[in-house]
């Protein structure tokens, strides 16, 4: 389940790793039968497209949904992430993003750990993202972009812009902690430009600080990510003494998580 040194070195330089066919059908299937159940409650976690009843994404399945809370103590993502962070791990964020055929909207460019820090009071960025595809996603249905090597400029300081301070406002189309076009480009000139596009059950890793976005889906073809967020316990947030986010943004779980091994969980808690 280890990832090797040259793929360890490759994260390091760009940011990402690429895994092909990392789940079986049937595991991403599963994944997505739950997705039915979810379109049907509404819960604090669930988002709706901007002025649309049709649902954005899904934050903290895996507080209430026992197949996703199987998948963050899957051995295939555990074990790398402890490799990436060099550390035991808990799960601080988790989220399934959708991207509906011809109205799917798009997510523009950011870093992830600026979010983290300011508003969970993250220390560092000691965290790896860990996205799997529920769909094939390609170049027609709102695939991520990434900047390779963005990641080695650290968090970039923007300004949050008009945002009304609302946990809402960093899950919506009007993204705050946007990273400014200017930049955009001086980093795309550096570093190029990566499409995310892979089968289901692809897994690419990536780094807090590398700059993403993606664009409209306006193809016939429905496009579904998860996306994992793995941090270091170490790391944990220094939010005693504010106001702290939601707990499907902010996870309070914050002890090391265990491989689930034949249908029994062992958590350090339990031991």
Known sequence: MNISKE??????????????????????????DSLTEFAKQTLPGHVSENGSSIYR??????????TYDALIRKPELLQPARQVLKDEVYIHQLKVNLKH????????????????????????????NVMIFLDDVTEFN?????IPGSHQYGCIEVSKGNSSGGWEDNVSASLTYQVAEEQVSSLVNQGGLFSAKGKKGT??????????????????F?????????????????DQNIVARPDFLNARARQPLRERLSGVLSDMENN
């Open 142 to 146: 709102g695939p991520l972009y990434f």
């Open 57 to 66: 994404a899904f934050h903290g399945c895996h507080l209430y949904d026992e």
């Open 203 to 220: 897994a690419i890793w990536f780094d807090g600080n590398l700059v993403h976005a993606s664009p409209q889906n306006i193809s016939p």
């Open 101 to 128: 055929a011809f109205s799917g909207d798009l997510w523009p460019w950011h870093q992830d750990y600026i979010y983290w820090r300011n508003e969970d009071k993250m220390p560092t960025n000691a965290l790896v």
């Open 7 to 32: 793929e360890l070195e490759s994260y390091w330089k760009n940011g990402f790793l690429v895994q092909n066919s990392l789940f079986s059908i049937e595991d991403t299937q599963q994944l997505i």
């Open 222 to 238: 429905q496009r579904r990510i998860v996306i994992l967020t793995y941090n270091a316990v170490s790391n944990s947030p220094l």
